[in-house]
């Protein structure tokens, strides 16, 4: 069983910047594409980016430009670097792992999810 947990998360102004990273324990070896989803009040779960173990790379449209995913695969590690934030980008923010390389947006791919780590952009 993989657990994953999320840190950094915080209050942000407009146009700064967070990096939030998840941490990957468990049954690793079985874990291959990882990625971020986000949950706005009211809203449902969205993909923002996801990262397989050999380096692809997905994005969701609205953050592309200001946001990088990157891994360390030998710490079992996520990050979400966010630049440019603004007051839409306030959520909390899910890391998923899934057993495949398929880097898709779908919840459905992704089998493992941590607690989430709330982020919130003041305008």
């Known amino acids: 069983q993989v657990h994953l947990v999320e840190s950094g998360g915080g209050l942000v102004q407009a146009g700064g910047s967070l990096r939030l990273s998840c941490a990957a324990s468990g049954g690793t070896l079985s874990m291959d594409a990882m990625g971020w989803f986000r949950q706005a009040p009211g809203k449902e779960r969205e993909f923002v980016a996801a990262?397989?173990?050999?380096?692809?790379?997905n994005y969701a449209e609205s953050v592309k430009g200001r946001f990088t995913i990157s891994r360390d695969n030998t710490k079992n590690t996520v990050y979400l670097q966010m630049n440019s934030l603004n007051p839409e980008d306030t959520a909390i923010y899910y890391c998923?792992?899934?057993?495949?390389?398929?880097?898709?947006?779908?919840?459905?791919?992704?089998?493992?999810w941590g607690q989430g780590t709330q982020v919130t952009v003041s305008s």
């Open positions: 998923a792992a899934g057993t495949t390389n398929y880097v898709g947006r779908s919840t459905f791919l992704y089998n493992y």
């Open positions: 990262m397989s173990r050999s380096g692809s790379t």
